[in-house]
């Protein structure tokens, strides 16, 4: 099997993609919490708790502290979060 080759502009846009991941990710934090301020439905909710715990860990938030907001769904919590990371 032969290994992808990028073109020099595909490897610059992949490097700028991993340097800026924890921003990228504590942007889509703050996403959530608006989103989950808003929101009515369950389903919806449930989603929204399950994709802020992944970008939580993709922020560098320790495990537990992120199993542990979720878990109590406390979007206060989470604000404090995003603000602290901020």
Avoid: C
């Avoid at 537990?64 to 907001?69: D, F, M, P, V």
């Avoid at 878990?71 to 404090?80: F, I, Q």
């Amino acid at each position: 099997m032969s290994k992808r080759e990028y073109t020099p502009h595909q490897q610059g846009i992949i490097k700028r993609f991993y340097e800026n991941r924890d921003t990228l990710a504590r942007q889509r934090l703050a996403e959530i919490v608006s989103d989950l301020y808003l929101e009515t439905a369950e389903a919806k909710i449930a989603r929204q708790w399950a994709a802020a715990h992944k970008q939580m860990l993709a922020a560098g938030v320790h495990a537990h502290e992120a199993g542990t907001i979720v878990a109590e769904r406390d979007l206060g919590a989470l604000a404090r979060l995003v603000s602290r990371l901020a």
